[in-house]
């Protein structure tokens, strides 16, 4: 939620047209700043306008940029031919054809001076253009040839604005940043000082990017499309997380407009401070505790200052995405005790490595799994690589000592597999007993709920397991058969499908009917749509992104339990997810001021 002072005076607003995009929100706050572009490969998209009196030295630099890259790939066409022969040479003929095209280098110029546009930004657009025109064909002789064009493409670039991938760890002024796509561990390095809002092209509500994000607190909306190919460096970028709006060049209106919005947001925010120390107790007494999800053992003085009771999740594969190199038992140990010891007598849940999927594993493979989410992901991966598992086990019991931990292992699918689980968990403590080292014998071992599988054998686990935490992520995705990271799906990926409402009410009146406890970790918790439902299906414990804690809380306070479970029984009634959706809605409005909803 920022601007900038002199960010009107030096943005490019009325150079081009005001241009808005919907996506999918990830984070709710507004932000106003320059844009910076990353392209698909992380390289920043150069910036589009140059004044009248540059254009003539624009035009200078494309013929050099050309020669000098071609003369480059002479010299490698010679070095490859004389180690490996004149076929596998051969390949740079293409390049170095394309680069002498008169024609294409023609579009360049005529782009630069009708557009008075950088001949860098000419070049990426061109090029752009020229990758869409192969791909259109459909033809797999012209799709490989795609990537060929990427390289020529990056090779002129580099002649003209040099190679530096982007530095997002030392940015010198507040920016928006665009990308066609962000890893979480890209999200991991960001500097949340600067990088005020983000936009990308992919992915989806639930994807571990976003999770990144929402956790950072930086307001983004992902699954824009082509975005990237619309925007460029240094133009003024409009992030509303509330409305899913991204807009690019805003008009003097909106851009005071969305001025003035950030000034009330962060006036509600300060009301919502006052919150913090108030119990998350409804109005007919009954006590909610609203807890923190983490991914770094910084973040729980976060969670603190927002009111967190403990923190209900801590993704710990994030040490590890987060980690040049793998981190050992004692920068584990380390690690856990940190988060441990600020958060004092208060409950850490520390879920096992949730590793696969879309994080860290595959990048790593030699051969990518063809299908990860449904791979060797999570638990599976530890019960598959012992040694590894058993280190991080170790670290945990080790740090167990200093507070009040929980252990839960993720993505259950059967009895046997929690078993496995806790029999590693066992043969870590029989090592640190033989060590002599201090642990916690009783500390509670607990699963998350989130594939159908575990869902319906609740009953079964709920004699096994100290406590468990419903996982909707991952519950939604493979419930409904919808990648929680793909844009192109987003809109079917709902927690108000009926399906998902069933296993919701059952796991939580099973575990409630026997006593154990139960949380609900997955985004929805965080999300004020969910609140009175999930209250009246009988849930008292929900973890979030720490930011989402004050929200939460004041509508807990709002209302009753009476009231919430009149509310969850009417939603079970409906057919349709559109229907749940739609009376969820009005009913949380009820409660809330409808500007903040
Ligand atoms: C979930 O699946 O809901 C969950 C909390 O785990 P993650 O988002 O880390 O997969
Ligand atoms: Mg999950």
Partial sequence: MRTSGPLLRTATLGHSSMEIRKGIPVTPGIALAEALVLDTEDFRIPTRYVEADQIKHELQLLPRAISASIDELKQQRENLERSYGRDLAAIFDFHAGVLQDAKLQREIEDMIGSKSCSAAYAVSRIFLTLQRRFSNLHDPVFAQRIKDIQDIERRLLRHLVGEEREDLEHLTKDIILVAHDLSPSMCAGLDKTRVVGVATDVGGLTSHTAIMLRSIGIPAVIGLGDFTGNVSGGEVVVIDGRRSLVIANPDLETFRRYESEIKRMQEFTHELDNLRDLPAETLDAETVSLLGNIEFPEEAEQCLRQGAEGIGLFRTEYLFIRAETE?????????????????????????????????????????????????????????????????????????????????????????????????????????????????????????????????????????????????????????????????????????????????????????????????????????????????????????????????????????????????????????TDRQVHNYLRDETRKLLPPENF
């Fill in 327 to 575: 981190p050992n038992q004692e920068e584990q140990y380390q690690a856990y005790r940190q988060a441990i010891e600020a958060m004092g007598d208060r409950s850490v849940t520390i879920r096992t490595m949730d590793l696969g999927a879309d994080k860290y594993t595959q990048t790593k493979a030699m051969e990518p799994e063809r299908n990860p989410f449904l791979g060797l992901r999570s638990i599976r991966y530890c019960l598959r690589n012992l040694d590894f598992f058993k280190r991080q086990l170790r670290a945990i019991l080790r740090a167990s000592v200093h507070g009040n931990i929980r252990i839960m292992f993720p993505l259950i699918i059967s009895l046997m597999e929690f078993r496995q689980a806790k029999m590693a968990l066992h043969d870590a403590m029989e090592d640190l007993e033989e060590l002599n080292i201090e642990f916690r014998r009783d500390v509670p071992i607990g699963i998350m709920i989130e594939t159908p599988a575990a869902a319906l054998m609740c009953q079964e686990f709920v004699r096994e397991v100290d406590f468990v935490s419903i996982g909707t992520n991952d519950l939604i995705q493979y419930t409904l058969a919808v990648d929680r990271s793909n844009e192109r799906v987003a809109s079917l990926f709902t927690a108000t499908h009926p399906a998902v409402l069933r296993l919701l009410r059952d796991v939580i009146s099973t575990c409630n009917k026997a006593s154990i406890d139960c949380s609900l970790c997955g985004e929805i918790a965080g999300e004020p749509l969910y609140t009175l439902l999930l209250l009246g299906l009988g849930l008292r414990q929900f973890s979030m992104a720490s930011g989402d804690i004050p929200e939460i809380k004041r509508l807990v306070r709002s209302t009753k339990i009476s009231h919430a479970r009149k509310v969850a029984r009417e939603a079970l009634r409906f057919d």
